[in-house]
Nanobody, 125 residues
């Protein structure tokens, strides 16, 4: 499984961006696709995830109501729509695939076995 993110860039506070995550290889119905981010000097943190079987979605409190995760299932593409961006959203954003997941681990990065290289998002104030 290969994971490739795209869509990052430099934007102003309040702007929107849409990140894309293209997954080559199978995404199991038992699994999930998640977005994480890592700012300089900080640990990688959960942003959003989607259960592949039923499209259940999960969000970090910090992005709830501003970010939205969606998918193009036939093409194995997962999107992260980011609205009302804030300077604190600045980070490298990573997409990851977990082959088997459940509710209580979907936000934990250690369970995801396949990661992309990341895409930089910078939000200027």
């Amino acid at each position: 499984v290969q994971v490739v993110e795209s869509g990052g860039g430099l934007v102003q506070a309040g702007d929107s961006l849409r990140l894309s995550c293209e997954v080559s290889g199978r995404i199991f119905n038992s699994g999930a696709v998640g977005w994480f981010r890592q700012a300089p000097g900080k640990e990688r943190e959960f942003v959003a995830a989607m259960m592949w079987s039923d499209r259940s979605t999960y969000y970090a409190d910090s992005v709830q109501g501003r970010f939205s995760i969606s998918r193009d299932k036939p093409n194995n593409i997962v999107y992260l729509q980011m609205n009302s961006l804030k300077p604190e959203d600045t980070a490298v954003y990573y997409c990851a695939v977990d082959d088997w997941t459940e509710n209580d681990r979907i936000s934990a990065p250690q369970w995801y076995g396949n990661w992309g290289q990341g895409t930089q998002v910078t939000v200027a104030s």
